[in-house]
């Protein structure tokens, strides 16, 4: 199985996050290519069909994915859409696969903030006939706002995503992908 994962992150959790389900993935024997994106155009020659399970991991910024995620999903979704991969009824691609994860700090409404998030990203892929395989959510220190960080709607979350948080992740990615197998065995 190849993986690759693509993420974005402007303090950290999200790519403590990615490396931990690069360590799981590569635990449970797939060959796993990590991708950093800051600006949109940093991932554009990325090819989704090229790869079994597709990683994609942003934070959420006001429950959306942060703008040059939203950028580099809608320019690959037009690209494919212009060579007619884009159909009526979304028809399965089998053994393409899609996990979306996303680190939050909820501060205001806890999980509800994220999960639009995940939900929209996760639609660029289905619509390309991708399975969604994991949605996952990440809880993330909203470093420089402290009393989000301590009084929101999650608690305390200093130093989230922490060691457990990362240890789940990783055995959660060596999981993934034996039900991946299973499932396509
Ligand atoms: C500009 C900005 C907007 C944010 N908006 C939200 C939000 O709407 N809901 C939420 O739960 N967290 C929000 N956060 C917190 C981040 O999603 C969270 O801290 C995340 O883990 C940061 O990921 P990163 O360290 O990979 O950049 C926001 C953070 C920033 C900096």
Redesign the pocket.
């Known amino acids: 199985m190849n993986a690759i994962i693509v ?11 990615a490396y931990a389900i690069q360590e799981g993935l590569e635990e449970a024997g797939a060959d796993v290519v990590i991708r950093q994106l800051k600006k949109a155009k940093d991932a554009e020659d990325i090819d989704f069909f090229a790869y079994d399970l597709v990683c994609i ?8 994915p ?1 703008s040059p995620v939203e950028k580099f999903l809608l320019n690959k979704f037009r690209e494919y859409g212009d060579t007619g991969l884009v159909e009526v009824g979304a028809p399965r691609v089998p053994g393409r696969n899609v996990l979306i994860f ?10 509800r ?2 999960t639009p998030a995940v939900l929209y990203a996760g639609q660029f892929f289905e619509h390309l006939g991708f399975t969604i395989v994991g949605e996952w959510y ?8 402290d009393e ?2 301590t009084r ?1 709607r999650l608690g305390d979350i200093r130093g ?2 922490n060691n457990e948080d990362l240890e789940k992740l990783r055995q959660d990615a060596v999981q993934l992908v034996k039900e991946i197998k299973k499932s396509e065995a």
């Open positions: 993420y974005w992150s402007k303090t950290g959790n999200t790519e403590k996050a991991g942003f934070p959420s910024y006001g429950w959306r942060p996303c680190t939050y700090s909820g501060p205001h409404t806890g999980i903030e994220a990440v809880i993330g220190e909203f470093h420089g706002w989000g960080s929101g989230r995503p």
